[in-house]
C-alpha cells in the first residue's frame, strides 16, 4: 500500500509474445518501444520485424520481463489495435482451433481475420518521432480500453471542402494530425480519442473539429444501430409440426443443438425466422451458415421481407474492403443476422444469440486445404463458448449428426409433411440391363422426357461430370490421351474445343488424330454435360435446353440469371452437376434424372453411398409443387442393390438409419473419430519412405487403428503422387493427443520439409 508507484511503472509491460503467419507452432518475443510501453494489448495486431520482412503478428501476452537478454531482443515496429481485433472469445476459439485441428496458431488466425486487416504497409506520413507531440500525455490516461461502448474515435470526412483544407494548410500541428489519422484509416486502424490525444493536444484536435475535416464517432456494442431497422413482418401460421419445433427451441436461450430433421419443403426456413425473431426482439444477433451454392439473393430476401435492413451478407464473392465492412458489422453489432458461407463461422459477433446451419450435411462446410476445419463442429464450440443454442437443419441429415440426435446428444425434431399442399416428390429405379443408351440416357427415360415437356413442364438431368466425354481412346492402337503430370485422361470439350484435365486445368487444342499413332481413328468414351446437351437439342428440337455446370456459369451473376431464365420458363430442359442439386427451388420441374448412380455405389469412399442418397433426395426436393408432384429417376445396372432398393422404396431418413447401422457395425464414424496424413510428392519412394515411418509412429499407439498409405481419389496430380494414411480411435481426445505426439516426430524427419504433408482432421473425402 505506502510502496506507490506511478500509473506508467504500474503497467510496465515492455515485452510481448506474438504469434505469426508462419507453419511454425511458435511465439515470438518482442520488446516495445518507450511509446508502445503498456499500451500493447492481447488479441491486437502488431507489426513485427520477422528476417528481413515485416510482418503482422497477433499479441498473446505481455509482461514486465523476458527469459532472454533485453539486447537479443528485437523491438516491435509498430502495434496497430487500441482494441483488440480478436478479443478474448475469438483468441480462445482460436486456439481451440489450433489446437483441435493440428494447425499452427498464428495461421489459424490469419484465417480468422479479413485480409485487409493482416496487411502490412507502411504509412509513408506517419513518422513516430515527428508526430508524437511534446505535450505532457496525462499518464493515469490509458491507451484503450476494453469497454468497447465507452469508446470514441475520431475519423475524417470523407469529402473535405477545398476552404477547410486550405485553412488547414496554416496550422502546422492540425495538418500533421490530419495527416496521422487519413494514414491510420488507410492501414484501417481505429483511432480512438484517447490514442490521439497522447500525440496532439487537445487545442489541435478541436480545431481539426471545428475545421469539420474530422468528426468523433461513437461505437457502442450494446446501442446497435440495427435494431431501429427491425421490422418483424406478418408470420406464416405453423403447423404442427412446426409449432412443436419451434416452441422446442425457444425453450430454452442457452447452448443446446437441435436437429430439424425436416424433408424438403417442410418450412424449415420459416421455423428459422420464426425462432430468430426471439433472439432479434431480445436485441441480440443470428448467425446463419449456408452452403456456398444456396446463398442466393432469394434466400436473404425472405430473411429482409421478414425482419428489414438488417442483414449482412458474407460469401466467398466479396471483395477484401466489403469483407472488413461485414466483420466491423459483426464486432460492432451493426446488423443483426449474419448470412454466410462456410467461413462466416469465424465472424466476431459480439452479441451472438443463436447460430443455425442450414443443409448441415452439406460438403461445403468442411474446408479441404490449409485450416481444415468443418464450420458445423467449429459451430458446435462457438454456440457452447457464448452458451446459445445451435439449430442443424436438413432433410438430409449428416450420419454424425443423426447419431447425435439419436443419442439423444441433440434434440430431434422432425417435419414430416411438406408445409402448404406441396406433394412429396416420389423416388423409381430404371433397370440398364441390355438397354442401349443414347448420350447415357436410355429409351424409356426419353419417352418420360417427351410426356412431361408436351405437358408443359421441366425436366432435370443430372450427371456429374462435365465436358463432352471423360475421354478419347484410339480405336486403332488403344492409346488414351492423357495428361502426363497426373496420369489423368484427358476430357473433351466440344464448347472449347479442347481436352482438359480436370485435375490440374492444363488443356490443348482438340486434334482428331491419335498422339500416339497418328490415326484418325478415334472415338469418346463416357458421357458428360455436353454430349447430354448435343442429344437433348437433337431429340426435343422444339424445347430449350439449358447446361449449369461451372463451365457454363463462370461470370458475374451468371447462375443468378440462368436460374431466373429457368424459373421464367425460358428452358424446359437442365442439364447440370451438383450446382443444380442444391438450394434451388425449380416448381416446374415434374421429372428429375440421375444418369450415373452406378458410380457412387463402387466408390472406394465409405460415405458414398450417404452422398447418393443425400443427392438423390435433395434433387427430388427441388422438383414439383402442389399441383405437379414431382418423380425422381435413377438409372442403373444394379437393379437388386440393397442400399438403393431402400433408398427408393423407403426414403432417406429410413435409409440413413440403415446405413448409420452399417457404420456403427464396421467400426468407422461417427462410431470413431478419424485423422488422415496425406502426403504429396514427386518421387514415390521417398513419399513413401515417409509414409512407413509414419506407420512406426502409429503403432506405437495401442489404442489407435490406422489403414495405409493408399493412393489418394486423385493418385497423381501435377507430377505429384498423392498417398493417404488414415488414423482412427474411438476417443477423439484420445487421438487427438496421440497425433500431436505423431507430428511432433514426423516434424523432426529427414523428409518432413521435402515432401509435402498435411493433416486432416475428421475428413470427410479422401480424394
Ligand atoms: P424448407 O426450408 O424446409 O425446404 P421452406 O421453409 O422453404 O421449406 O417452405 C416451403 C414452402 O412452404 C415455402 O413456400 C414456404 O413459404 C411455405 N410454408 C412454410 N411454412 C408454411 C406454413 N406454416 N404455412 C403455409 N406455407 C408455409
Ligand atoms: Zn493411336
Ligand atoms: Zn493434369
Redesign the pocket.
Known amino acids: 500500500m505506502g510502496n506507490k508507484q506511478s500509473p506508467t511503472l504500474d503497467n510496465n509491460l515492455a515485452f510481448i509474445k506474438v504469434v505469426i503467419s508462419v507453419p511454425l507452432e511458435k511465439e515470438f518475443e518482442y520488446s516495445l518501444p518507450s511509446i508502445y510501453v503498456s499500451k500493447a494489448i492481447k488479441g491486437a495486431r502488431v507489426v513485427v520485424p520477422f528476417g528481413r520482412k515485416k510482418v503482422m503478428g497477433i499479441i498473446l501476452s505481455c509482461s514486465d520481463s523476458s527469459e532472454f537478454e533485453s539486447s537479443k531482443i528485437k523491438p516491435i515496429i509498430q502495434i496497430c489495435d487500441a482494441l483488440p481485433s480478436l478479443d478474448k472469445r475469438m483468441l480462445s476459439l482460436g486456439k481451440w482451433l489450433s489446437d483441435f485441428y493440428l494447425y499452427p496458431l498464428g495461421e489459424v488466425f490469419t484465417c480468422m481475420l479479413p485480409n485487409k486487416l493482416l496487411k502490412v504497409k507502411s504509412p509513408a506520413n506517419v513518422s513516430q518521432s515527428s508526430s508524437v507531440s511534446s505535450e505532457k500525455i496525462n499518464e493515469s490516461e490509458l491507451y484503450f480500453s476494453n469497454e468497447m461502448d465507452t469508446l470514441t474515435y475520431i475519423q475524417t470526412v470523407s469529402n473535405p471542402s477545398a476552404d477547410s483544407l486550405i485553412k488547414l494548410s496554416r496550422s502546422k500541428k492540425q495538418k500533421d494530425l490530419y495527416q496521422y489519422l487519413i494514414a491510420k484509416q488507410e492501414l484501417e486502424e481505429v483511432c480512438s480519442v484517447t490514442d490521439i490525444k497522447q500525440h496532439f493536444s487537445m487545442p489541435v484536435i478541436k480545431g481539426l473539429l471545428d475545421k469539420k475535416l474530422a468528426y468523433v464517432e461513437e461505437l457502442k456494442a450494446t446501442h446497435s444501430k440495427w435494431t431501429s431497422n427491425l421490422c418483424i413482418g406478418q408470420k406464416?401460421?405453423?403447423?404442427t409440426e412446426?409449432a412443436i419445433a419451434i416452441a422446442s427451441i425457444n425453450q430454452s436461450n442457452n447452448f443446446e443443438v437441435s436437429l430439424i430433421e425436416?424433408?424438403?419443403?417442410?418450412?424449415?426456413?420459416?421455423?428459422?425466422?420464426q425462432v430468430i425473431e426471439q433472439i432479434l426482439m431480445a436485441k441480440k444477433q443470428v448467425l446463419i451458415l449456408v452452403p456456398e451454392i444456396g446463398l442466393t439473393p432469394q434466400t436473404v430476401k425472405?430473411f429482409e421481407d421478414r425482419f428489414g435492413k438488417v442483414v449482412s451478407v458474407w460469401h466467398s464473392g466479396l471483395s477484401d474492403t466489403d469483407r472488413l465492412t461485414v466483420w466491423k458489422e459483426a464486432k460492432y453489432d451493426q446488423a443483426g443476422i449474419f448470412i454466410g458461407t462456410r467461413s462466416s463461422i469465424f465472424l466476431p459477433l459480439s452479441n451472438l444469440g443463436m447460430i443455425i446451419v442450414?443443409e448441415e450435411h452439406d460438403e461445403s462446410f468442411k474446408q479441404q486445404d490449409s485450416l481444415r476445419y468443418h464450420a458445423r463442429d467449429v459451430a458446435i464450440f462457438r454456440a457452447k463458448q457464448e452458451n446459445v443454442p445451435l439449430v442443424l437443419?436438413t432433410?438430409t441429415p449428416s450420419l454424425e449428426s443423426l447419431y447425435n440426435a439419436l443419442n439423444r446428444k441433440y434434440k430431434h425434431l422432425t417435419?414430416n409433411i411438406?408445409?402448404?399442399s406441396?406433394a412429396m416428390p416420389t423416388q423409381h429405379l430404371l433397370d440398364l440391363r441390355g438397354v442401349k443408351l443414347s448420350a447415357g440416357i436410355a429409351p424409356a427415360m426419353l419417352q418420360r422426357m417427351q410426356q412431361q415437356l408436351d405437358r408443359g413442364n421441366q425436366v432435370l438431368i443430372f450427371v456429374n461430370r462435365r465436358g463432352y466425354a471423360p475421354a478419347l481412346i484410339c480405336n486403332s492402337c488403344g492409346n488414351v490421351e492423357s495428361c502426363i503430370d497426373c496420369d489423368n485422361p484427358f476430357t473433351v470439350h466440344l464448347s472449347s474445343n479442347n481436352l482438359q484435365c480436370h485435375r490440374c486445368g492444363k488443356y490443348e487444342s482438340f486434334k482428331p488424330n491419335c498422339h500416339s499413332c497418328g490415326s484418325n481413328n478415334v472415338t469418346t468414351q463416357g458421357v458428360g454435360t455436353e454430349q447430354i446437351q448435343h442429344l437433348c437439342e437433337s431429340t426435343f428440337p422444339n424445347y430449350s435446353t439449358i447446361r449449369i455446370d461451372s463451365d457454363a456459369i463462370k461470370g458475374k451473376n451468371k447462375l443468378q440469371t440462368l436460374l431466373n431464365e429457368i424459373n421464367s420458363n425460358q428452358h424446359q430442359i437442365l442439364i447440370g452437376t451438383q450446382i443444380l442439386s442444391k438450394g434451388h427451388?425449380f416448381p416446374n420441374v415434374t421429372l428429375a434424372m440421375i444418369l450415373n448412380v452406378d458410380s457412387f455405389l463402387f466408390s472406394s469412399d465409405y460415405r458414398a453411398p450417404e452422398k447418393l442418397a443425400q443427392l438423390v433426395t435433395q434433387l427430388g426436393?427441388r422438383a414439383g409443387r402442389a399441383d405437379k408432384a414431382g418423380e425422381v429417376w435413377l438409372q442403373t445396372h444394379q437393379i437388386g442393390n440393397a442400399l438403393i432398393q431402400d433408398l427408393v422404396n423407403n426414403g432417406y431418413a429410413h435409409f440413413a438409419r440403415l446405413l448409420l447401422e452399417e457404420r456403427l457395425a464396421a467400426n468407422l464414424p461417427p462410431k470413431t473419430y478419424q485423422i488422415a496424413l496425406r502426403v504429396e510428392h514427386e518421387i514415390q519412394n521417398e513419399l513413401l519412405t515417409f509414409m512407413q515411418f509414419a506407420n512406426s509412429l502409429f503403432m506405437q499407439f495401442k489404442q489407435l487403428e490406422f489403414v495405409g498409405p493408399f493412393p489418394a481419389g486423385i493418385e497423381k496430380k501435377q507430377n505429384r503422387y498423392r498417398f493417404i494414411s488414415v488414423t482412427q480411435s474411438t476417443s477423439s481426445p484420445y487421438l487427438n493427443k496421440a497425433f500431436k505426439q505423431i507430428k511432433n516426430e514426423l516434424i523432426k524427419h529427414k523428409l518432413a520439409s521435402k515432401v509435402r504433408w498435411s493433416i486432416d482432421v475428421m475428413p470427410t473425402e479422401f480424394s
Open positions: 406464416k401460421r405453423a403447423n412446426q425436416g424433408v424438403t419443403g417442410s418450412g424449415k426456413t420459416e421455423v428459422y425466422l425472405r442450414d437443419g432433410a417435419l411438406r408445409a402448404g406441396a427451388h426436393g
